[in-house]
T-cell receptor, first 112, second 114 residues
Framework: LAKTTQPISMDSYEGQEVNITCSHN???????ITWYQQFPSQGPRFIIQ???TKVTNEVASLFIPADRKSSTLSLPRVSLSDTAVYYCLVAPGYSSASKIIFGSGTRLSIRP | GAGVSQSPSNKVTEKGKDVELRCDPI?????LYWYRQSLGQGLEFLIY????????KSGLPSDRFSAERTGGSVSTLTIQRTQQEDSAVYLCASSRDRGAYGYTFGSGTRLTVV
């Protein structure tokens, strides 16, 4: 299972764009990159998943360079409600579900 | 059901007692996972069930912890002779046979051992 490294915490202000980068140097060919968001007293919630290049949905964008050894979650125009812990996961996708190991995540704090 | 349901939502127990935590996964999800999250910490993998295969128990911290999944659906996590260090939120998740994309978590059971 590919190990991931991401910043422990980040601070930003409302209305700003926030980029959280995750390193995964030993990512495998069949691994997908998935980001989850966790609010206090709740389980993690799926945000976005990608394999290469760029993926965008109504919540975020995910940028993955050609070597796939890192990925960047981009949150446009954050608000106070985006304060949460964000987890980067690397695991086989669209195949047999397998044990998923979560890292420590990035604690994002948004200020007024 | 529409989501993953866990019960109870909160449990306070005395040290040395046994506790059972229940997880109802999303209907049709073949994979079920248990995680533990201590206050302010990340998720610690405990055990993983996939269909009728033998579960992956590699994350269970001691032999006081066990889990079963009946009929490929409901799962119960049992902690025997609870200790104070067992206090945490226990999260259950289920997924289709599609890897990380289909991972849906319950709201967890907050266990406090006093």
């Amino acid at each position: 299972l590919a190990k991931t490294t991401q910043p422990i915490s980040m601070d930003s202000y409302e209305g700003q764009e926030v980029n959280i980068t995750c390193s995964h140097n030993n990512i495998a060919t069949n691994d997908y990159i998935t980001w989850y968001q966790q609010f206090p007293s709740q389980g993690p919630r799926f945000i976005i998943q990608g394999y290469k290049t760029k993926v965008t949905n109504e919540v975020a964008s995910l940028f993955i360079p050609a070597d796939r050894k890192s990925s960047t979650l981009s949150l446009p125009r954050v608000s106070l409600s985006d304060t949460a812990v964000y987890y980067c996961l690397v695991a086989p996708g669209y195949s047999s579900a397998s044990k998923i190991i979560f890292g420590s995540g990035t604690r994002l704090s948004i200020r007024p | 059901g529409a989501g993953v349901s866990q019960s109870p939502s909160n449990k306070v127990t005395e040290k040395g007692k046994d506790v059972e935590l229940r997880c109802d996964p999303i209907s049709g999800h073949t994979a079920l996972y248990w995680y533990r999250q201590s206050l302010g910490q990340g998720l610690e993998f405990l055990i993983y069930f996939q269909g009728n295969s033998a579960p992956d128990k590699s994350g269970l911290p001691s032999d006081r912890f066990s889990a079963e999944r009946t009929g490929g659906s409901v799962s119960t996590l049992t902690i025997q002779r609870t200790q104070q260090e067992d206090s945490a939120v226990y999260l259950c998740a289920s997924s289709r046979d599609r890897g990380a994309y289909g991972y849906t978590f319950g709201s967890g059971t907050r266990l406090t051992v006093v």
